[in-house]
């Protein structure tokens, strides 16, 4: 096992050297302009589109460097991993190209989509278990697999060998833009890996630039530890953003971000699920949660990168379909278009036609209705969600709802009662 007590910092060569490994295994990304964002910002913004990546990610570039790099000895241990879907996915292409055996421990509500995609990966030679809610649910299976069967765990951010294979993701970038220079780095952060890797090439070749690191609000763990000054678990996180969330952010990666990143900042997983429907109906890219938080927080740099080169790496595109009905909610409720209520209903004839006449706007829809009527009661409650095209329609109608005596409460800011809406 590593330790990880001791300062690590990756060395320049061995990031170098991973990317000649890595040559016919990893794609050299392309580093593509968005011309909308880019006249939307009034910024030259490029996309690193790791999102074209062979396993759709760029983790089989920290994946294949690290399991390379072992011994026949330690390679017939076997292999173990823990991972919410692209690290796995990593694992799984690599083990099947240097024909290793591998078991692969998931969180059981991985999208099935990378299930499967870990499973084409890996063909026969990896096993497939999944376990737990999160990440470190997957992470504590696996260490207690690894202690009963002597196998090699290769973690998915913290460890000297992944950090340098992610690395090779700046130097790609870099080589893209030889003659410009980027002011603004955008990098995902979930356990600091790629964030680790991709800062210190920029550190030693383009130290001007601002490199900003991106969480999802729900799982902030590198923000929290730098603030609070050393590396720490959080107690509970938001689990949507699933390439993301984790607890605890690695060790080495955490010394090296703190040292390197010129801030973190989060964004709302409401902005991440908007910025999916976004790129998918305007510009065709499918990118999964993780991958759209170097694209949602454009908008809280909106002053400072006007006018300026910008680079967002486009981490991941593995996203399951099954979710767009969640995606698309999420993205209505963060814009304020969508909201819950507790409708009280007279109990009579034409009660509903005289709320959706009278009450709702001309705009406004009814798109979620749960009513039961009971006759021993003057009004019954009904559960009513309503979409509306403009979010400053939300106080009229809010206003109509009282002074005509339909409003019961409102539910959005009660998140006990919105998880079993949404």
Request: hydrophobic share 40%; aromatic share 8%.
């Amino acid at each position: 096992m590593l330790d990880t007590t001791t300062t690590y910092y990756p060395d320049l060569k061995d990031i170098e050297k991973a990317a000649e490994k890595l040559k016919g295994v990893a794609l050299y990304t392309p580093l593509l302009p968005n011309m909308a964002l880019s006249k939307e910002f009034n910024a030259n913004i490029q996309f690193k589109r790791e999102d074209l990546q062979t396993v759709r990610s760029y983790k089989i570039r920290g994946a294949y460097n690290k399991i390379s790099s072992l011994g026949n000895n330690e390679l017939s241990r076997g292999i173990v991993c823990a991972s919410a879907g692209n690290h796995a996915q990593g694992v799984a292409f690599s083990c099947k190209l240097l024909e290793v055996k591998g078991t692969i421990f998931m969180p059981s509500p991985t999208p099935k989509q990378k299930v499967e995609q870990v499973r084409m990966f890996g063909e026969d030679y990896v096993e497939i278990v999944l376990t737990g809610d999160t990440f470190d649910d997957a992470y504590n299976s696996a260490m207690h697999h690894c202690e009963q069967s002597n196998a090699l765990f290769i973690h998915p951010f913290n460890d000297p060998k992944v950090i340098e294979g992610q690395g090779t993701v700046g130097l790609e970038i870099l080589e893209q833009t030889a003659n410009n220079k980027i002011d603004y780095l955008f990098l995902p952060v979930g356990g600091g890996g790629l964030s680790a890797g991709v800062s210190t090439v920029f550190k030693a070749f383009s130290p001007n630039t601002k490199i900003i690191g991106v969480e999802p609000a729900g799982a902030p763990a590198m923000k929290n530890s730098l603030q609070l000054g050393h590396n720490t678990a959080l107690e509970k996180i938001e689990k949507f953003v699933d390439g993301a969330a984790v607890k605890k952010v690695g060790d080495l990666n955490f010394e090296i971000c703190r040292k390197n990143l010129s801030e973190v900042v989060t964004v709302d997983e409401g902005k991440v699920c908007e910025i999916i429907l976004q790129m998918y109906n305007k510009d065709a890219i499918v990118v999964e949660p993780a991958g759209a938080l170097s694209i949602a927080v454009l908008e809280q740099y909106r002053e400072e990168i006007a006018g300026k080169n910008v680079v967002c790496v486009i981490s991941g595109s593995n996203n399951d379909i099954t979710r767009t009905e969640e995606i698309k909610e999420r993205a209505l409720l963060y814009r304020g278009l969508k909201h819950y209520f507790i409708v009280k209903f007279p109990q009579r004839a034409g009660a509903l036609k005289l709320f959706v006449n009278q009450i709702l706007g001309p705009d406004d829809d009814i798109t979620h209705f749960e009513y039961t009527k009971k006759n021993s009661r003057e009004t019954g409650a009904a559960v009513v969600g309503i979409e509306l095209k403009n979010q400053n329609d939300f106080d009229s109608l809010l206003a109509r709802m009282k002074a005509s005596g339909f409003y019961g409460d409102y539910l959005n800011d009660k998140e006990y009662l919105m998880n079993l809406l949404v």
